[in-house]
């Protein structure tokens, strides 16, 4: 929680802050969540998928995926990028992707889902499923 003092130095609560450490392992991590945005981590071994299939897990949210380091391939909706440290790549929703971790290190990503996809457990959630 973040506080102000007012003018008679009495703490206020101002907004909630959260804060989470990203730590390098495990193929995907979801981090931290409000009501309409979730961020996760995503570490892909060299020659490693997001998936097995090119397809979207994923169908009723959006994703943002910045590349922290590492090079890599995205198929999105039929065409194919590479993609490298800095990189942002918007998927929407319903779009079917796969992401493909080319390069000798590993590829490490920071993903942003509207509205939230995963549960804590890494499962996507049923309101994120298809219908």
């Not at 299939?53 to 994703?63: L, M």
């Not at 319903?94 to 457990?121: K, M, Q």
């Amino acid at each position: 929680m973040v506080f102000a003092l007012t003018e008679n130095d009495r703490p206020q609560q101002d907004a909630v802050m959260r804060h989470v450490r990203i730590r390098r392992h495990g193929l995907f991590t979801p981090l931290v969540e409000s009501g309409s945005v979730q961020a996760a981590s995503m570490v892909l071994r060299p020659g490693e998928s997001s998936s097995d299939e090119p397809e979207n897990e994923h169908p009723r949210s959006e994703q943002w995926v910045f590349v922290v380091s590492g090079t890599g391939k995205a198929r999105v909706g039929g065409r194919s990028m590479r993609i490298r440290e800095g990189s942002l790549l918007l998927i929407e929703k319903r779009e079917r992707h796969r992401i493909t971790a080319t390069g000798r290190a590993s590829l490490v990503t920071l993903n942003f889902y509207a509205p939230p996809a995963y549960g804590a457990d890494g499962q996507v959630k049923p309101s994120a499923r298809r219908r």
